[in-house]
């Protein structure tokens, strides 16, 4: 389930918040260093401790943040509630819609690579999955504005409430694509505004698929895993469970499972990545998000005029909360007190992250917690301020 960067998460209509319970581990539960060198820094400890303080529901969160002095973080609470294990950026966790940027890459190179262009219509793309009763029967909607948000098509992440059954279960792709074209679209003419979609994701996917005659998880593991040395980082579909040391994310299951013990504090860690796809099933870690966006920045990933479009070709991102300013091809551009910044953040149910990179890629921040809403209750106050205010520190 996908985030939108706005005050509202898209999702199935779940629920809320869950309280922080007795013998939460604290700051001082982690050591002040990690295995991979980075130290704890006072500034950054300071905003996740806050994160965490009750009446917050949030039971852990950290902040990694990698510049010219190295590598810092803060780690406050707990990645998992039943053992106590406390939260630290060395973990595992499910990145939601991080992954957008991950499957723009991939379609970008496929332009670089003379596969495909960005102006070529999904229509002729995707012949068969035009229908005189579907959403793609209007005008033509491009590759770019897939990838901007642009095309109007209905999220399918808003109709999916009538098809669940439990956490677990797979969803096929072809049926989320189907909820998504099933409804009209948000407005008639695309290109004319932004409006997240999902099912914009979907399409993508199912593009590379079709111009490589490999699907995407094998796409990602040759393009972009494999040649980065992202060891921790993986593109599950039917695998529930995440392998190694992780992070549990937590949410209230109350309107969907009422009758399941601690229906308010419920562990929601096995969500099947399905239902989110090429829009947001990849599982990561801090260290390796910001190896992919430090490579993607500097020019490793993409030819530079693609690189240049991607991250220039924008639209306002109309209805979204502050940093957020504009959408390129894949990255969201955010305004900060210390410039601009370029990334993406995205949600799983139970998990919240968020990536800020600078545009040379030399001044990063990832910052995550597992806990979010799924319902419009508002911002999550104090992780938004952490994660901005996070971003511009500087080392005590």
């Known amino acids: 389930m996908i985030r939108r960067l706005s005050t509202r998460l898209s999702g199935i209509a779940l629920a809320l918040a869950f309280l922080l319970p007795s013998g939460t581990a604290t700051a001082g539960d982690a050591s002040d260093g990690q295995a991979d060198g980075s130290r704890r820094d006072p500034a950054l400890q300071a905003l996740v401790d806050q994160v965490v303080t009750a009446p917050n529901p949030n039971p852990g969160a950290f902040l990694l943040v990698r510049d010219a002095s190295g590598d810092r ?42 596969r495909l262009r960005l102006d070529d219509t999904v229509q002729s793309l995707l012949p068969d999955q035009v229908r005189t009763d579907n959403a793609l029967s209007g005008a033509p909607i491009t590759v770019r504005q897939l990838l901007n948000h642009t095309s109007g098509l209905y999220d399918y992440i808003e109709g999916l409430l009538p098809h669940f059954r439990r956490l677990d279960q797979y969803w096929p792709r072809d049926q989320l694509i189907g909820i998504g074209l099933a409804q009209p679209r948000y407005f008639p003419e695309p290109g004319t505004r932004f409006r997240y979609s999902n099912t914009n994701y979907l399409l993508l996917d199912l593009i590379v698929e079709r111009v490589t ?38 949410a209230d299951v109350s309107p969907l499972l009422p009758d399941v013990p601690d229906p308010t504090r419920y562990d929601v860690t096995a969500f099947s990545p399905s239902e989110a796809g090429a829009s947001g099933a990849l599982v990561t870690t801090a260290a390796d998000l910001a190896r992919f966006y430090r490579a993607l920045l500097q020019g490793r990933l993409l030819p530079p005029d693609l690189l240049h479009q991607m991250l220039t070709d924008t639209v306002p991102t109309t209805g979204s909360a502050p940093p957020a300013v504009a959408y390129g091809l894949g990255v969201y551009a955010y305004a900060t007190e210390c410039g601009r910044a370029y990334g993406h953040g995205g949600s799983s149910p139970g998990y919240l992250t968020f990536a800020l990179n600078s545009r040379d890629g030399r001044e990063q921040l990832v910052a995550h917690t597992n806990w979010n809403s799924f319902t419009d209750t508002g911002i999550d106050e104090d992780f938004w301020t952490a994660f901005q205010q996070g971003y511009c520190s500087r080392p005590r």
């Open 213 to 250: 005659d490999r699907d995407l998880r094998t796409n990602l593991e040759r393009r972009l895993f494999a040649p980065l040395g992202l060891r921790d980082t993986s593109y599950p579909l039917a695998q529930t469970a995440i392998d190694g040391a992780h992070v549990r994310g937590y």
């Open 73 to 114: 973080f803060g780690g406050a609470g707990v990645a998992d509630r039943s053992a106590g294990t406390p939260m630290g950026p060395d973990l595992k966790f499910r990145a939601g819609s991080v992954t957008k940027t991950f499957t723009a890459t991939v379609l970008l190179q496929l332009v670089a690579e003379r």
